[in-house]
């Protein structure tokens, strides 16, 4: 969802989020909610600006990061591979393509039980619930990328001499670069969700922990620190991610 | 129908089209034949143009030369040999640019030569040269996204001039351009033809492009896709624009050709 | 009659199936872990909770309430879709709202939800409810934005009022779009179901696959993920054919829906 910014937009795009803020003010100023279930917007932010500056607090984000970063880069290294391969060649696509139809729809975090079992409650599990989930649209978009890279653009560079398996290198995976990072995109974001919620189910650390330990204890303040942090977080990884897109795709029209 | 075609041999031929066909499965049950047994013999150094309606294979003919697409029957041979693929003997330049979109105008140029293993500088020096030739000094670090279409296809001729192909293959070049920019490319075609008079083998369904350009006009018929009739364009060289159009022999080439056409056409719709 | 590799694409999927149990098979009887059952030991586990009486009425309100929760939430979001799609100030009112609210796991929600309402029908459906959104809002976006702005000039040279273009061309030329980003949203329907169930421990598939965990029933563990599974694959391929009947004169497009939770 991306618009180019201009300051009308900007006061425009604002003005939803400065809203929601006033009303969830205005709903505990005038008493309609109190301030146990629903602690007013100030009180959350500078709780918020206090934690992430804690040594213990910044553990917590660092472990999600890890668990997140591990998974996703897992997921863009198979998903490209395997989606360049399945467009590359018909045997790969016709194993590939029913596995797939198969697994994209399945619910991949009904499988966290038998993780937790195969692979233990450490990282493990939850990197590879990760890269589970974020796979499919890396793996999905990098295919369609690479199986409609227009047939000239190969026979051009054929014809100037590139040897077949280098076309794989010089051609597709450039050509197909547009669809691969919109996928990357999905798969990022995909892979904050994931992350958070394997850390609720189970976990001794990370942001979802966080929140977990404070809906034990009832503490609403402490469960929305971590909301926060984690839709921040999706913020700034998406606009770096959107940064290295305008890099890569700098020749590309609409890029 | 078709009379046998380019009997008279010369010692320099460069292309050799032998009885080839072509048939496409359109559907499971459906076979569509694109080419029927075409023969033609292309001379070195001659500028020779595959002239016919849309959907008479004249464009699959040039997938078939440049070995991108191979017959179902007969063979093409490139001096004396069997085409198996795409080779930089052979250099297309397609309707759509068909341009590196993720290189600048200097990269595209450059991919040929730093392909065929030439040094970095050389390639680049080369390429500089080339840019220039085809008009776009100046635009070196562009992308293509940045170019109008006859730019595109300017930086799309340099980039295949760039690797010194033998054959020029071009498929209906100027089709995805205005009058105006598609009569300048023609003019500014044949002047850096006349340099090397490299052997062009060039497509397109407009009669005035072909004989304006042409040596020779290969005019073709279509379902399935035949050859109706080669014509030998005897205009002098250097030829201007302005001169031609009012030359009579231009002007009754142009006709007698269009007049061919219509009266196929007019026996098609009959039948 | 079929042709052959027409059958052959309908029977890969199957295969795929078969071939993945087969895999699963294998790699127990190779790893031989005490919690790692075999696939033929977790089917057989399969009957024992649809025929257990309790655990079949938690999983049919799992799925009333996901019903409801998709439903409500594509009634909703198509039209703000639709609108954010051919208005500029509507997209740019509600673009970075939307922005900020999609890395939020809406199943971490749950646990806010409850806190004010209840661990009641309503907050799960909620919290669907604001899974399925998003997917749905953004194909509709998308799908709008993409109208032809000829079409909408016909339209208009024909008489139709703002209104009217909005239904009679803005809706039908995005449902190919809109009926991807449904067939994102079911399946996340699904996924947010299962996790805010597996969050909120109360009742549903979600809890029962936690608490044979905890109960070391290993192979209902695996037997609910078969089922769950199953009712991915199944809720996807129906959808599919509803989506290949509402949309036969669109081009054929490569879509297998991106589940994420």
């Known amino acids: ?255 | 129908m078709a009379e046998p075609v380019a009997t008279r041999k010369p010692a320099s031929s460069i292309i050799e089209i032998e009885h080839v066909s072509q048939i496409f499965q359109t559907s499971a049950r459906k076979d569509h034949q694109a080419l029927s047994d075409i023969s033609l013999t292309i001379e070195e150094g001659a500028f020779v143009s595959i002239l016919g309606p849309s959907g008479c294979g004249k464009s699959t003919l040039l997938y078939i030369v440049g070995g991108f697409v191979s017959p179902t029957g007969g063979a093409a041979k490139m001096k004396g040999k069997t085409i198996a693929g795409p080779g930089p003997d052979r250099g297309p330049v397609f309707q759509e640019f068909a341009l590196f979109p993720w290189k600048t105008v200097l990269g595209n140029v450059t991919y040929g030569p730093r392909q065929q293993g030439m040094s970095a500088s050389e390639a680049d020096a080369q390429s500089r040269a080339l840019i220039e030739m085809v008009g776009l000094k100046g635009y070196e670090s562009f992308y293509p996204k940045e170019l109008s279409g006859g730019m595109k296809q300017r930086v799309a001729l340099a980039r295949t001039l760039a690797y010194h192909p033998e054959v020029l293959l071009m498929d209906e070049p100027f089709g995805a351009l205005d009058a105006h920019t598609r009569t300048r490319l023609q003019n500014d075609l044949l002047n850096i033809w006349e340099r090397d008079r490299k052997t062009v083998l060039f497509v397109t369904h407009s009669v005035d492009e072909a004989v304006f350009l042409s040596d020779k006009v290969v005019m073709m018929s279509k379902s399935p896709g035949r050859i109706r009739q080669v014509i030998d364009i005897d205009l002098p060289r250097p030829r201007r624009r302005n001169e031609l159009l009012l030359d009579p022999r231009y002007q009754k080439y142009v006709v007698d050709i269009e007049r061919m056409f219509d009266e196929s056409d007019e026996v098609g719709s009959r039948s | ?261």
């Open chain 3, 1 to 261: 009659m079929m042709p052959p590799t027409t059958l052959a694409r309908r029977a890969a999927p199957v295969l795929a199936c078969i071939g993945l149990l087969a895999l699963w098979q294998v790699a127990a009887l190779a790893l031989k872990n005490d919690s790692f059952p075999t696939a033929i030991e977790a089917i057989r586990a399969i009957p024992s909770i649809l025929g257990d009486k309790e655990a079949l009425i938690n999983i049919i309100a799992s799925l009333r309430r996901m019903a409801i929760g998709f439903g409500v939430a594509v009634f909703v979001s198509i039209p703000l879709g639709l609108m954010m799609g051919r208005s500029r100030a509507v997209a740019a009112f509600f673009n970075p709202l939307l922005m900020v609210i999609y890395p939020v796991p809406k199943a971490a929600l749950m646990p806010i939800i409850m806190l004010w309402l209840g661990v009641g029908d309503i907050t799960k459906t909620l919290v669907i409810f604001l899974g399925v959104s998003l997917p749905v809002i953004y194909h509709s976006f998308e799908g709008a934005k993409a109208v032809e702005e000829k079409m909408l000039w016909s339209g208009a040279a024909m008489g139709l009022s703002a209104a009217q273009r909005m239904v009679w061309i803005v809706l039908p030329a995005s449902l190919p779009e809109i009926l991807t980003g449904c067939r994102t949203g079911l399946v996340l329907a699904l996924i947010t179901m299962i996790t805010s169930e597996m969050i909120a421990r109360q009742s549903g598939a979600g809890n029962i696959l936690f608490n044979a965990l905890d109960m070391g029933q290993y192979d209902t563990v695996f037997a609910m993920i078969i089922i769950v599974g199953a009712m991915g694959i199944g809720l996807d391929a129906l959808f599919e054919r509803v989506r290949a009947k509402l949309v036969r004169w669109s081009e054929p497009q490569f879509d297998i829906p991106l589940s994420f939770s």
């Open chain 1, 1 to 255: 969802m991306t618009s180019r910014l201009s300051p009308i937009n900007v006061i425009l795009g604002l003005a939803p989020i400065a809203l929601l803020i006033a009303v969830w003010q205005g709903l505990v100023s005038f008493g309609v909610a109190p301030a146990t279930l629903l602690p007013p917007p100030g009180y959350v932010f500078g709780r918020l600006l206090q934690q992430l500056v804690t040594a213990t607090f910044q553990q917590e984000i660092a472990a999600t990061l890890v668990r997140l970063f591990a998974g996703f880069a897992i997921a863009v290294v198979l998903g490209v591979s395997i989606g360049i391969a399945a467009a590359a060649s018909p045997a790969i696509n016709a194993a590939v393509r029913p596995i797939v139809r198969v697994l994209a729809p399945l619910p991949k975090v009904a499988l966290y039980p038998a993780l937790l079992l195969l692979l233990g409650f450490g990282h493990g599990s939850k990197i590879t619930l990760v890269t589970a989930d974020a796979l499919f649209p890396i793996l999905l978009s990098t295919y369609y990328g690479a199986s409609t890279v227009e047939q000239k653009l190969i026979w051009s560079a054929m014809a100037a001499g590139t040897p077949r398996y280098e076309i794989l290198f010089k051609v597709v995976l450039p050509a197909a670069m547009p669809s691969i990072l919109t996928g990357c995109r999905i798969g990022l974001v995909i892979s904050c969700i994931v992350v958070f919620l394997a850390e609720m189910i189970t976990s001794t650390d990370g942001l979802g922990h966080v929140l977990v330990t404070a809906a034990r204890t009832f503490q609403a303040v402490d469960m929305f620190v971590p909301l926060i942090t984690i839709s921040l977080l999706g913020l700034i990884l998406n606009g770096l991610l959107g940064a290295v897109r305008s890099y890569l795709l700098r020749g590309f029209p609409e890029a």
